[in-house]
């Protein structure tokens, strides 16, 4: 699980922390975004927004984020009850309502737009608005996509904690070196990784200097 960072146009992405998801650990996905939610509120962070698809809508994520004040903008599933009514059941493809998601204890703002639902927290802001801002989740798919397709996250064969979240760091780091490269030469992060296997570019390893290893 990732949280990272985007700007508002959607070019300049940076991925800040993980937590791995054990299937057999005693804590849920749920858990894992909060922690990483809570890490970001302690390190200062005053994000403008906050993004996510629809299976970390959960209340308990919407309340907390409600509490620090953080906007949000998220997708939701066609069966949440807005006043009572599943999003589905209500009438029309597109449309912009303001009311009461079930089990939370403040309004918010849901569109609907053909076949999906958006809700922010956002209540004033504009329905278009509020779609534009999640097509910005297009950019954090493509963080997920290049760290487990083309940086070794999914698929390798580490089974012991601290080897797992040693290979995840490093694909970390890789990646933000090839951000930093795919930002100066304003081309995609495949481009960069492809140029970067052919021999025609050169990772700028400058970034790592100040950082020092401690070996246990």
Known sequence: MVLAWVDARGWRRVPLAFLPYFADGEESKLDLALSLLEWAREEGSEPEGVLFDAWYAAKEVLEWLHAQGWCF???????????GIQLRRHGGAYWVKVGHLKGLSFTVQVVRRGRGFYAS???????KRT??????WQGIEEI???LQQELGWKGHRHWRRAKVLGHLALGLVAY????????RLKSSFYQCRRRLIAGKL???LSPLLPVQVEAA
Not at 74 to 80: C, D, E, M, V, Y
Not at 121 to 127: W, Y
């Open 73 to 83: 903008v998220t997708r939701l599933r066609a069966n949440r009850l807005l006043e």
């Open 121 to 127: 927290s956002g209540v004033d802001s504009e329905g």
């Open 131 to 136: 779609v534009e801002v999640y097509r910005l």
């Open 144 to 146: 997920f996509r290049g």
């Open 176 to 183: 933000g070196l090839i951000e930093c490269q795919r930002e």
């Open 202 to 204: 050169s990772l700028d």
